[in-house]
């Protein structure tokens, strides 16, 4: 398995949020905020990533059986470990997503890559699944929240960027992020759940439409190629 | 007491709804949909086995984790609670009440990880709620849940008719028209019971 | 049967592994989770109202009610230098509970409101709670406001947040149940 491979399946054609449509939850829920959307893309790339290694370098002494319920003990061990860090030294952030923390254990992401991925590869291939599936989330996340946060209140980096005393960033999620044209003339209704459903919705149909054309333009081309073919045998 | 209880089961079947306001069960949510029998049966697989996870998993965080100061394993006890309890329910029915499993027996696994459930039981704990406001919250949430999968699977049995672009074909559409649902839930808000 | 012996052994196995795993964690992070918490109310308390410490005091004994208008006083702090009282108290909001701060000064106004938790819609609720500029001016209006205090709408003098009347309204309540509660305290 090559490294370049999974790295592009895992960002684009095989995207955990925009094509296997898994994970959806929590993308719609809390991504408000650019502070929100990168703090649970981190969690989850980490807690994805320990998980894959841990899965992978158990997968010969699991019993096939009760592999599910194993899965889920290692998941809710990682996730605990990560609510419990976040809330002594992000608090913040561990407020801010609140009960989605722990929600991760039933993302099926996690869950879905132990079964499968990780049961039938190596420990090294795992640990880079985890890290592209991953980012692959994280990017999901970060553009919903540009895209909600600018068009819903015309700022960007609520609560990560602070730039009342210079520019920097903050940990405590009291950054106002950068202003660039008032809130009152934003569509605050994107702020709303609405918001999240109709800019998921979008996004995966952008993605579609991205993905049948790059299929047709691949079709064309070796269309192309084979009459070209062709044409030389006849001449 | 009763005003309590009638303002928990307002807020949780319509103005806090699982679904259109705290975002917790889309995948069954739309996954499940496509039909009104397979979403009414889900639905009620749903209300059940949150209904009994708020009971157990109020016990076993009242009496075990919480006296003993283990309350960092709360997430770890209530995943394995609703999982053994899913298995539970759904031998239990096997066995005692065919009918019912026939109805509803291919939905039971699904529900394990249903974040609804999760939720709800992490939520009661979050809320402080003693024992019949978390059972409740628990089936309230439930029926919640049911009335926006069976509400949003009548839509979708209409949306084939409907003429959007290619590109929106399949989950993007659902997508939009649950979030018109949403917004329509959003009338709620603010909704008070003898307020 | 011995499979299903063996079984459960691993499922019991793993699970204590990942149980004392957690303990250990528990163990590194829960005094810094509990001073966090700590340093956030005294943090919430010290913006509304400057003490160096702040004595809570048994408010149940001094007749006032658990609940006043639908608003719970969660407690009710004396500012050891005697410049008025910290009222902690929870009320719903549009989407759920909000626990708020407001300090009352010993003639009965507001000198300030610190939101310490809330589920608020993102962007307009939660400004309420936001240290955005909307969210400074929202919150600055509270201080020197009486027990009279009321929306503009209602015939006071406080601004509703843009979008979040609900959200508006639970707040200035809570100030006004807050001023009730230390008025009864004598």
Not at chain 2, 113 to 125: D, K, P, Q, S, Y
Request: glycine letters at 10%; a neutral charge.
């Amino acid at each position: 398995m090559n490294i370049k491979k999974q790295f592009k399946e895992g960002l684009i054609t095989n995207n955990p949020v925009l094509v296997q449509l898994i994970g959806m939850c929590a993308t719609m829920a809390i991504t408000t905020t650019l502070f929100n959307g990168v703090g649970m893309g981190l969690s989850v790339l980490i807690i994805l990533t320990c998980c894959n290694v841990v899965v992978s370098a158990l997968r010969k002494i699991i019993p096939n059986e009760i592999r599910l319920a194993i899965f889920v003990v290692i998941i809710a061990g990682f996730v605990t470990i990560v609510d419990l860090l976040l809330q002594a030294f992000i608090p913040a952030l561990s407020e801010a997503l609140g009960v989605f923390i722990p929600l991760i254990v039933v993302n099926c992401i996690i869950i879905g890559r132990a079964e499968a991925f990780c049961q039938k590869n190596t420990v090294g291939a795992s640990f880079f699944d985890g890290i592209f599936q991953g980012l692959g989330y994280t990017c999901v996340l970060i553009i919903m929240c540009v895209v909600r946060e600018l068009l819903g209140s015309g700022r960007f980096g609520g609560g990560l960027i602070d730039i009342a005393n210079g520019f920097r960033f903050t940990l405590d999620g009291t950054g106002g992020g950068i202003q660039i044209f008032p809130a009152d003339y934003g569509a605050s209704i994107l702020n709303l759940p609405f918001g999240g459903f109709l800019t998921l919705g979008t996004l995966i149909a952008v993605m579609q439409y991205a993905l049948k054309k790059a299929a047709k333009k691949k079709e064309l081309a070796e269309k192309a190629a084979a009459e070209a073919a062709e044409k030389e045998v006849e001449d | 007491m009763l005003t309590n209880i009638l303002s928990i089961a307002l807020g949780a079947i319509l103005i806090n709804n699982f679904i259109f306001s705290q975002f917790l069960g889309c995948c069954p949510f739309l996954g499940c949909s496509s039909k009104v029998d397979t979403a009414t049966g889900m639905g009620l697989a749903v209300v059940f086995v949150m209904g009994l996870a708020s009971a157990i998993c109020w016990v076993v965080d009242t009496y075990i984790l919480v006296p003993l100061g283990l309350d960092f394993l709360e997430t770890l006890a209530f995943i394995l609670v609703i999982a053994a309890l899913v298995q539970f329910v759904e031998m239990f029915l096997k066995k005692m009440v065919p009918s019912l499993y026939t109805a509803l027996g291919i939905y039971l696994p699904l529900i394990t990880t249903n974040c609804a459930v999760l939720g709800v039981v992490l939520l009661n704990v979050q809320n402080h709620y003693n024992f019949i406001e978390s059972v409740v919250y628990g089936i309230t949430g439930g029926l919640g849940f049911m009335l926006a999968i069976v509400l949003f699977a009548s839509v979708r049995e209409r949306i084939q008719f409907a003429d959007y672009p290619e590109c929106f074909e399949g989950f993007p559409i659902c997508l939009v028209s649950a979030g018109l649902l949403a917004l329509a839930f959003m009338g709620f808000s603010g909704m008070q019971i003898f307020g | 049967m011995k499979k299903i012996l063996k079984l459960t052994f691993i499922l019991f196995l793993i699970c204590a592994v990942t149980a004392g795993i957690l303990g250990g964690v528990n163990e590194l992070t829960y005094r810094r989770i509990d001073e966090q918490n700590r340093i956030k109310t005294v943090k919430a308390y010290s913006s509304v109202l400057p003490a160096d410490a702040y004595d809570e005091i048994d408010f149940a004994a001094a007749g006032v009610p658990e609940t006043i208008n639908k608003v719970t006083i969660d407690k009710i702090s004396k500012a050891a230098n005697g410049s008025g009282y910290v009222v902690e108290s929870t009320f719903s909001g549009a989407q759920g509970s909000i626990t708020m701060a407001c300090g009352v000064d010993n003639n009965l106004r507001c000198t300030g409101i610190s939101i310490i938790k809330h589920s608020e819609t993102s962007g307009l609720g939660a400004n309420a709670a936001s240290s955005s500029e909307v969210g400074v001016n929202f919150r600055a209006q509270f201080v020197g406001q009486d027990g009279g205090i009321a929306l503009k709408k209602s015939g006071g003098e406080i601004d509703a947040l843009s979008g979040a009347t609900i959200t508006s309204t639970a707040v200035t309540k809570a100030v006004a149940v807050a001023i009730e509660a230390v008025g009864m305290l004598g």
